[in-house]
Antibody, heavy 120, light 106 residues
Framework: EVQLVESGGGLVQPGGSLRLSCEAS????????MYWVRQAPGKGLEWVSG????????GYADSVKGRFTISRDNAKNSLHLEMNSLRPEDMALYFC?????????????WGQGTLVTVSS | EIVMTQSPATLSVSPGERATLSCRAS??????LAWYQHKPGQAPRLLIF???SRAPGIPARFSGSASGTEFTLSISSLQSEDFAVYYC????????FGQGTKLEIK
C-alpha cells in the first residue's frame, strides 16, 4: 500500500523559511515523479512543484518560482520542499503526491498534508 | 502556464439525478486531463485520467469525456457520498488545476 507522510509544517513569520518533508513507502520511490500541491484556507488545489524520478527535470508554479526548492533523496525514499521568503499567501495545507513513471501522469496517491501558517 | 477553467462554481443536484461538470483548458492538453474528488479533511482522490479512463476502484457511475479543450465529468445517479468538490487537472505541461466545482445536495 502506498503511503505518503508529510512533516515539517508549522508557524513561521513572513519572510521566514521552512522545510517540508515527505516520507514514502509501499512503492519503488526512485521510479516515480513526485509533487507538492497546496490548498490555502477556503481555496482550491494549487500545484506547487514537481520533480522527475532522477531529479533531472524540475518545475515550479509561477507563484513560488525563485523562493521554493524541491528535492528528493531516493536512498531515503524522501521528498523535500525548501520554502524561503514566505508570504501570507503561502499559508496552506501542503500535500505530497505520487506521479507516474512517465512525466505526464496524474497524481494517483496523496498524503494527508502538513499545515503551513505564515503570520506575525 | 495552462489555465484550467471549471464551471459551474457550485452545482446543486438531488440524489439519484445526474450531474455534469465542465472544464476548459486555455490551450491543448491532448488527453492529459484528470478529475479528482476532494472532501474536507481527506486527501484528494483520483477519479478519471486520460480524460475518460476510470482510476482503479472508481464506480462506473463516474465518466469523463473530451472534445478539443473542453472536458466533462458526468456522475449518473448521484449517491450521498458523491457530494464533494471536484477538480480537473491538466498534466500535459507540468500540472495545473481548475478552481473546483462544489457539488451540493439540492
Amino acid at each position: 500500500e502506498v503511503q505518503l507522510v508529510e512533516s515539517g509544517g508549522g508557524l513561521v513569520q513572513p519572510g521566514g523559511s521552512l522545510r517540508l518533508s515527505c516520507e514514502a513507502s509501499g512503492f519503488r520511490f526512485d521510479n516515480y515523479a513526485m509533487y507538492w500541491v497546496r490548498q490555502a484556507p477556503g481555496k482550491g488545489l494549487e500545484w506547487v512543484s514537481g520533480i522527475t524520478w532522477n531529479g533531472n527535470r524540475i518545475g515550479y508554479a509561477d507563484s513560488v518560482k525563485g523562493r521554493f526548492t524541491i528535492s528528493r533523496d531516493n536512498a531515503k525514499n524522501s521528498l523535500h520542499l525548501e520554502m524561503n521568503s514566505l508570504r501570507p499567501e503561502d499559508m496552506a495545507l501542503y500535500f505530497c503526491a505520487k506521479g507516474g513513471e512517465m512525466l505526464y501522469a496524474p497524481l494517483a496517491s496523496w498524503g494527508q498534508g502538513t499545515l503551513v501558517t505564515v503570520s506575525s | 502556464e495552462i489555465v484550467m477553467t471549471q464551471s459551474p462554481a457550485t452545482l446543486s443536484v438531488s440524489p439519484g439525478e445526474r450531474a455534469t461538470l465542465s472544464c476548459r483548458a486555455s490551450q491543448s492538453v491532448g488527453s492529459n486531463l484528470a478529475w479528482y474528488q476532494h472532501k474536507p479533511g481527506q486527501a484528494p482522490r483520483l477519479l478519471i485520467f486520460g480524460a475518460s479512463s476510470r482510476a482503479p476502484g472508481i464506480p462506473a457511475r463516474f465518466s469523463g469525456s473530451a472534445s478539443g479543450t473542453e472536458f466533462t465529468l458526468s456522475i449518473s445517479s448521484l449517491q450521498s457520498e458523491d457530494f464533494a468538490v471536484y477538480y480537473c487537472q491538466q498534466y500535459n505541461n507540468w500540472h495545473s488545476f481548475g478552481q473546483g466545482t462544489k457539488l451540493e445536495i439540492k
